[in-house]
C-alpha cells in the first residue's frame, strides 16, 4: 500500500487518495489546446506557457542542486509548490532493512491503523528521525569487529593480562652499566625527552651521556667540574630540558645550559647578618633544589642557613622570595630536601628535625599549610620528599632507615612505614612509578651484607612487590623515567646501572646496546729525518713585514745597534774589574805590579837566588853604581840536614 509525501508543515497522510500519476508530454499538450477553446482568446494559451515553464525550471533545479538532498534526506523538490517534502515510503524501508526482526504484521499495518497513527501524528513538526541500531545490532556489529581486528589487538589483549601483575610492570629484564667514575655518585637527572642522561659525583666531576650518540661501550661524551672543588649533590633539567640546576656542596647554585656552559651563578649573601631574608642568597652549604614545573626560569633551593629560596629569571642574580623553616620552639632549623608538587600550588620541605612543612604558593610564605612535626626521626636528615604524578600522595625517605607514605587529604598520621632501609648517604631518594602504583628506593650496603638491593612496594598494599640485588656497593640514586619507562640507578663505587624491558621500553639505552664498540686501529709511526732547506735557515730566512715601532723598539734591545755604553762599575760581581778584584789596589796590583804570578808553595829563598847569577853578570840598577865601593857580597852556605849548627862562640860584647 502507498502512502503519501509529508511537506515540511504538518506531517499530513492521503491514506484514500491515490497518488497522482505524472502527466505526459501529449496529454499536456492536449490540455492546453482543449483550454484554448474554452477560453476563445490567446490568453489562456499564454498562461499555460507560464505553467509549463515553472515545471521545467524545478525538474532542472531538483536534477541538478538537490540531487544530493534527495538521496540523504528524502527531499522530493525544491520551488514555490512543494519544499522540503520527505518520503515516508523510503524511511519505512529502510526501517525494514534496518529491523530485519519485525513481524509481517508489523510490516503491513491495516489501512485504519494508519489512519489513526496520522490523526497522532499530526500535531508533529519536522522530518523523521534517523532508524536507530538496536542493542543486539550493536552487540553483533561489535562481535563482528573483534573477529576482523589484527594481530596487534591480540598482542594488547596480552598486554593488559601481563598488567594486571605489579611485578611485570617493572622494566628490568635487560641491564646496561656506565662508568662515571670511583667515588659515589650522589646525583643523577634525565632529560624530559628521554635523549641525555647527567650525573654528579662526589669527586666534583658531572658527565654528560647522549643515547643517541653512544655505543655499546657506554661512555660519556662531556666530563666537567661546575663547581670546581665541591661535590655534586644535586642535578635537575628544566620543564623544557634546556638547561641544567646544579646544587654543590657551595653557598651558590649555578644553572648550566644542554651542553655544560654556565649562564648564571646565583650570588652570595652576607654571612654577617643575622636576619636571612635580607641577604641576597644563601650563605652556608646547599643540600637540595629543584626547578618549577612548568616555568622555564624559575627553581627553588634550599641550604643550611635555615631558608628554602626561590629564584626567578636568569639576568636578575636575586631570589624573589625567603622561606624560613622554624623547628618546634621557634628557632631555626635546616631543610634537608625540598620539592614544588606537579601543579605548583604547594612547596613541601623535609627539615632536619624531622619534620615535614609545606607552604601555598598562592599565599604569604609566613605560616606553614601543612606542618608534621614527628614525621620522622629527630637529628636524621629527610633524604627526599617526592609527590606522585597524580598529587594527592607524598613520599619521604630519611636516614632513619624508613620511608613514609603520606596523603595530602589526611596529613597527620602516614599512610604506611617501611622499615630496615639502611642509609648511609644523605642524598639517598625515592620516587614513583609513571603509573603511582609503585613505590622505589635503594639501600645503603649493610654490614654484612654481599649485594644491596632495590625494593619495590606497592603503594596500596603496601607490601614488598619486588627486590632487585643491583651491586656490591651502596645505592644512591634511584630515576624512573616516565617517558623511557626506564630504571637509572646510581651506585657508591661510581657505576651507573640501567634497567629496561625489550617490550615495555622505547629507546634510552636500547639504542646504544646495538650499536658495537669498534676500538680504534693504533697508528704506526714512522720515523722521517728533518730536511732543512736553505730558506729555511735563520741567515736565508726573510723578515716579516713588520711596523717601523716593531722594528725600532727589537734594535732598541741589540746593545750593538743601540750603541750601549759600558755599565757602570759595580762593587761585587757584574762590573767590568769583576774578574780582577773588586777595589783599585787589586786591580793595579794584578795588572802592573805582577807580570808573572808566584805560586804559594814556592819556595822565596829560592826564588829569589834564581835571579842571583843574571843580576851579578847583568846589573841593571843599584849593582852599578856601588860596583867600585861595594865588598863582595858573601852569602851562607846551606847545611845539609843531618849536620847540625856549629855553635857560635860567645864574644866578650855577649857577656
Known amino acids: 500500500m502507498q502512502r503519501g509525501k509529508i511537506s515540511f508543515g ?12 505524472p502527466k505526459s508530454n501529449e496529454t499536456e499538450r492536449e490540455d492546453a489546446k482543449v483550454s484554448t477553446e474554452a477560453g476563445g482568446n490567446g490568453g489562456g494559451f499564454k498562461k499555460m506557457d507560464k505553467q509549463q515553464m515553472i515545471r521545467q525550471i524545478e525538474d532542472v533545479a531538483e536534477d541538478l542542486e538537490s540531487q544530493h538532498l534527495k538521496e540523504v534526506m528524502g527531499i522530493s523538490g525544491f520551488g514555490r509548490k512543494a519544499a ?16 530485519p526482526g519485525m513481524d509481517k504484521k508489523k510490516e503491513e499495518p491495516k489501512p485504519e491503523d494508519d489512519v489513526k497513527e496520522g490523526e ?123 638547561m641544567i640546576l646544579v646544587i654543590s656542596g657551595n653557598a651558590q647554585a649555578k644553572v648550566l645550559d644542554r651542553d655544560g656552559f654556565e649562564k648564571l651563578e646565583c650570588c652570595k649573601g652576607d654571612q654577617y647578618i643575622s636576619d636571612m631574608s635580607r641577604t641576597k642568597g644563601h650563605v652556608a652549604q646547599l643540600t637540595c633544589g629543584c626547578w618549577h614545573p612548568f616555568n622555564r626560569e624559575q627553581f627553588l633551593t634550599a641550604a643550611l642557613d635555615g631558608t628554602l629560596r626561590i629564584w626567578q629569571g636568569l639576568k636578575s642574580k636575586e631570589q624573589v622570595q625567603v622561606i624560613k623553616t622554624r623547628a618546634q620552639g621557634g628557632l631555626r632549623t635546616n631543610a634537608a630536601s625540598c620539592n614544588f608538587n606537579r601543579d605548583a600550588t604547594l612547596i613541601a620541605a623535609g627539615c632536619v628535625d624531622g619534620s615535614i612543612q609545606t607552604w601555598d604558593t598562592r599565599k604569604m610564605f609566613v605560616n606553614t599549610t601543612h ?13 627526599s620528599i617526592v609527590f606522585s604524578y597524580m598529587g594527592q600522595q607524598l613520599a619521604t625517605r630519611s636516614n632513619d632507615e624508613t620511608m613514609k607514605l603520606w596523603d595530602l587529604r589526611q596529613f597527620k598520621q602516614p599512610l604506611h612505614t617501611w622499615t630496615n632501609l639502611f642509609s648511609r648517604y644523605d642524598t639517598t631518594d625515592c620516587c614513583f612509578s609513571p603509573d603511582d602504583r609503585l613505590l ?31 651491586s656490591n656497593a651502596h645505592v644512591v640514586k634511584t630515576l624512573w623515567h616516565p617517558k623511557l619507562n626506564q630504571l637509572f640507578v646510581s651506585c657508591g663505587n661510581g657505576t651507573i646501572k640501567c634497567y629496561y624491558d625489550e617490550q615495555r621500553s622505547i629507546r634510552g639505552a636500547k639504542l646504544c646496546v646495538v650499536k658495537t664498540h669498534r676500538k680504534r686501529q693504533p697508528m704506526e709511526m714512522v720515523g722521517v729525518s728533518q730536511i732543512i732547506t736553505p730558506h729555511a735557515l735563520p741567515l736565508f730566512r726573510q723578515e716579516k713585514s713588520r711596523t717601523s715601532r716593531k722594528r725600532m723598539e727589537k ?38 805590579g805582577l807580570s808573572k804570578r808566584v805560586d804559594d808553595d814556592q819556595d822565596p829563598r829560592e826564588a829569589i837566588l834564581k835571579y842571583a847569577k843574571d843580576a851579578a853578570e847583568n846589573p841593571y840598577w843599584i849593582a852599578p853604581a856601588y860596583k867600585q865601593t861595594q865588598p863582595k857580597a858573601i852569602f851562607s852556605e846551606k847545611l845539609p840536614a843531618d849536620e847540625p849548627a856549629t855553635k857560635k862562640p860567645k864574644t866578650e860584647a855577649d857577656k
Open 10 to 21: 504538518k506531517i499530513q497522510l492521503n491514506v484514500n487518495k491515490a497518488p497522482a500519476e
Open 84 to 99: 522540503k517534502v520527505f518520503d515516508i515510503n523510503e524511511q519505512i524501508e529502510k526501517a525494514r532493512v534496518t529491523r
Open 120 to 242: 497522532e501524528e499530526e500535531e508533529v513538526i519536522g522530518p523523521l528521525p534517523p532508524a536507530v541500531t538496536t542493542d543486539k545490532e550493536k552487540t553483533t556489529k561489535e562481535a563482528s569487529k573483534d573477529e576482523d581486528s589484527d594481530d596487534d589487538d591480540d598482542s594488547s589483549d596480552e598486554d593488559s593480562d601481563d598488567e594486571q601483575s605489579l611485578a611485570k610492570r617493572i622494566p628490568y629484564t635487560h641491564e646496561v652499566q656506565m662508568q662515571h667514575g670511583s667515588r659515589a655518585v650522589l646525583a643523577l637527572a634525565g632529560d624530559p625527552s628521554g635523549a641525555r642522561l647527567v650525573s654528579g659525583s662526589i669527586d666534583y666531576d658531572m658527565c654528560f651521556w647522549d643515547f643517541a650518540g653512544m655505543d655499546s661501550g657506554m661512555r660519556s661524551f662531556r666530563q666537567l667540574q661546575p663547581c670546581e672543588n665541591h661535590p655534586i649533590r644535586s642535578l635537575q633539567y628544566s620543564v623544557t630540558g634546556d
Open 371 to 383: 606542618c608534621v612535626r614527628d614525621a620522622h626521626q629527630k637529628g636524621s636528615e629527610i633524604t
Open 440 to 470: 622505589v628506593t635503594g639501600e645503603s650496603l649493610p654490614k654484612g651484607q654481599a649485594e644491596a638491593n632495590l625494593y619495590f612496594y606497592s603503594t596500596k598494599s603496601y607490601e614488598e612487590v619486588q627486590r632487585i640485588p643491583v
Open 555 to 592: 734594535a732598541r734591545m741589540d746593545p750593538v745597534k743601540s750603541q750601549r755604553p759600558d755599565l757602570p762599575i759595580t762593587s761585587g760581581q757584574g762590573g767590568r774589574v769583576a774578574s780582577s778584584g773588586g777595589t783599585l789596589s787589586s786591580y793595579v796590583i794584578r795588572n802592573l
